[in-house]
């Protein structure tokens, strides 16, 4: 089973409660404004991202989602986030 | 490893208007992640507070009724008693229930009304922008406490789990909070038990959830996490002060 | 269909049940607490639902959540009751829910006293609550009358889903007279699903519904405010109610009451008429609407020299009854407010002390 991470970067307002309970310190605050003024928090190392969801349990705004996705096309996510 | 985390059908799609950092929002999360897992949307009406909770109706996605401040529980009480089959809950914070709405929340409570109370204590009135509630904490600066809560002026905070926990008639009466994951999955836990005893028609149950105010406290969403912990829950101690079983 | 003897606190509570409206929520409060009494009796035998809440304020708001979803629903109080209830009020009827209210007038201001007044007639008719908003107040002069009014409420409050107010007094409830419930009087069902949060398994739908009151967009409040006030214009069309007496021929004086008061007049009338003063009764029994067109009709009579209103309150009624005579004639006022109904012979006395 793989997982995709998602993070809604207008739905997000940048409170900072994701960053500071990631356990693999995957998390960061963007220093891109998003359309509500806010500077959402994004993956910087989603490659050490395990899935555990519990960004999404402290997140007040339910602007990080997690969903199933097929094997193969995670793999092919992973190489798309390396190559930006 | 790995789970999938999705936003629950009777959550709204939609943005709220809370702050950043506010824990309104998880708690709105886990009341209708509950809801969903218990499937009982179709047949439960919420009931709004005044307070920052007060456009939470436009969160959810299953009837609701807009309560005067304070008079939640009596807006509950009425629908219970003419539709015991609907499912009822109250949310509110701390001048909703704790002041102006004490007496209403105490009787309800102590009828053994089979609705679920789940109240917010954030030591602060937010909506209003900030002024002093009957949870502030001893010498804590509000707009209307200037120079830190003075306790020989306007007493202690006050301890509303203990204090309908003192009542005789059966209840589930729990403190929880949502300053940490950990503490976020135990407070859901409370919350389903909670509605668990209304759907076997049980029992009175309220859920205390100390909660943080970063934009009234004047601090950032983490550091506002770190005062609940070293201030808050000293005094507000977590746990179940009661459970119907004990009557 | 017999009559029964009733108190006419009883009487109110029987006429709710025979309406079809099985749920009550109530305080104690003198001089209506018969009321409660009867029906945390009754009630159970229907299989309806008494509650006694710990304060009015908390039952206007228990009555609100009932109605809200979909549910019948009665209360009954007294002045102060009511005042504690004002806010409530004006909450059901900005939300649009039905409810009946019964105010069973006692003496004010303050803890007053318990015996009648008929000094909450602002209170019922301007608003005792804030914001824009009327209630469709109705004032019985006879426990038939009461019970009538009563059970016409609740369709009339779902008529108009609107809260109703039958205004009646410590005489009134308490004394006793022969009753029946007409059938005819029973309310019809109604279906709610359009509004009321009865639960989206109830109504078979996805769609929730939501009842509320706040409007923080200007013109959204202003277009509910303009709606609210499209359906007072159609009580003042259709509601408003009224009774003559002794208006047939020619009359010198034109007495303007209501309630209890209105009987005590009636009786002032016949014996100045054996003495041969002839004086018109114009009996309002909307109190909200106002029978403005019938009363000014009535002082434009050309015999007409005087009005009077006569009531248990200081004048309030009297600035509706001077609205509607609109400056044609002269209107006295005449009252007593400290619990004593007037007598006959007082009545008496002020209309020959003004007509000479």
């Known amino acids: 089973m793989a997982y995709e991470h998602n993070i809604d970067t207008d739905g997000c307002k940048g409170c900072g409660l994701c960053v500071s309970v990631c356990p693999k310190n995957v998390l960061e605050i963007s220093n891109q404004v998003n359309v509500k003024g806010y500077f959402p928090a994004y993956q910087a190392r989603p490659e050490d991202c395990i899935f555990c969801a519990i960004c999404c349990t402290m997140c007040p705004d339910v602007a990080i989602t997690i969903s199933e996705i097929e094997e193969e096309a995670a793999a092919q996510k992973q190489t798309e986030d390396q190559d930006e | ?247 | ?356």
């Open chain 2, 1 to 247: 490893m790995g789970k999938t985390f999705q936003r629950p059908e009777a959550l709204a799609d939609t943005t709220t208007h809370y702050c950043p950092g506010c824990t309104h929002g998880v708690a709105h999360r886990l009341v209708a992640e509950v809801i969903d897992e218990l499937g009982i949307r179709g047949r439960t009406v919420g009931i709004a507070p005044v307070g920052c909770a007060v456009l939470m109706y436009n969160y959810f996605t299953f009837d609701f009724q807009e309560a005067a401040h304070g008079r939640a529980p009596a807006m509950a009480t009425g629908i219970k008693r003419v539709r015991p089959d609907l499912v009822v809950f109250t949310y509110q914070g701390d001048g909703d229930l704790a002041s102006i709405g004490l007496s209403e929340i105490v009787h309800a409570a102590n009828r053994g009304e089979k609705f679920t109370t789940i109240f917010i204590n954030n030591a602060v009135y937010g909506m209003t922008g900030g002024q002093m509630a009957p949870t502030t904490m001893p010498e804590q600066r509000t707009t209307t406490s200037p120079f830190g809560r003075k306790t020989d002026y306007t007493g202690m905070p006050i301890k509303v789990a203990e204090l309908l926990a003192a009542l005789t008639t059966p209840g589930y009466i729990t403190r929880q909070t949502l300053i940490s994951p950990k503490y976020i999955n135990r407070s859901k836990k409370a919350i389903k038990k909670a509605f668990q005893y209304q759907l076997e028609n049980r029992c009175f149950s309220l859920v205390e959830l100390i909660s943080t105010c970063p934009t009234n406290w004047g601090m950032t969403p983490i550091d506002a996490l770190k005062w609940a912990e070293d201030k808050m829950l000293p005094y507000f101690k977590l746990g179940d002060y009661k459970l119907p079983e004990e009557n």
């Open chain 3, 1 to 356: 269909m017999s009559k029964v003897l009733m108190k006419g606190n009883e009487a109110i509570a029987e006429a709710a049940v025979r309406a079809g409206c099985l749920n009550y929520f109530a305080y104690p409060i003198t001089p209506q607490t018969e009321v409660a009494e009867y029906l945390a009796k009754r009630l159970p035998e229907v299989g309806g639902v008494f509650l006694q809440g710990e304060s009015e304020v908390a039952v206007s708001y228990m009555i609100f959540g009932a109605s809200a979803c979909g549910e019948r629903v009665l209360t009954t109080s007294s002045s102060p009751g009511v005042s504690l209830m004002s806010e409530g009020i004006s909450y059901i009827t900005a939300a649009e829910c039905p409810a009946v209210f019964v105010n069973i007038m006692r003496g004010g201001p303050g803890l007053g006293g318990i015996l009648p007044s008929q000094a909450d007639y602002f209170q019922s008719t301007k608003g005792g609550g804030h914001g824009d908003y009327r209630l469709l107040c109705m004032a019985p002069a006879s426990v038939q009358e009461a019970v009538e009014m009563v059970m016409q409420a609740f369709g009339l409050a779902e008529k108009y889903r609107n809260p109703v107010m039958i205004l009646g007094d410590g005489l009134i409830g308490q004394m006793m007279e022969p009753v029946e419930f007409p059938e005819k009087f029973k309310a019809k069902p109604s279906n709610k699903d359009d509004w009321a949060t009865n639960g989206m398994d109830t109504r078979k739908s996805n769609k929730r519904n939501l009842v509320k009151t706040l409007y923080l967009n200007p013109e959204e409040l202003n277009a509910h405010n303009l709606k609210l006030k499209a359906k007072y214009d159609r009580m003042e069309r259709e509601e408003t109610r009224f009774e003559s007496y002794n208006m047939e021929g020619d009359y010198t004086a034109l007495i303007v009451s209501y309630g209890t008061m209105s009987r005590v007049c009636r009786t002032a009338i016949d014996i100045l008429k054996a003495d041969g003063l002839e004086v018109g009764m114009l009996r309002p029994q909307s109190l909200f609407p106002f029978p403005v067109k019938a009363i000014y009709e009535a002082a434009a009579k050309q015999s007409c020299e005087v009005v009077f209103s006569i009531e248990m309150s200081m004048g309030q009624m009297m600035e509706d009854v001077e609205r509607s005579v609109c400056g044609l004639r002269p209107v006295h006022w005449y009252g007593k407010c400290g619990g004593e109904v007037p007598t006959p012979e007082e009545v008496m006395d002020v209309v020959r002390s003004i007509v000479k």
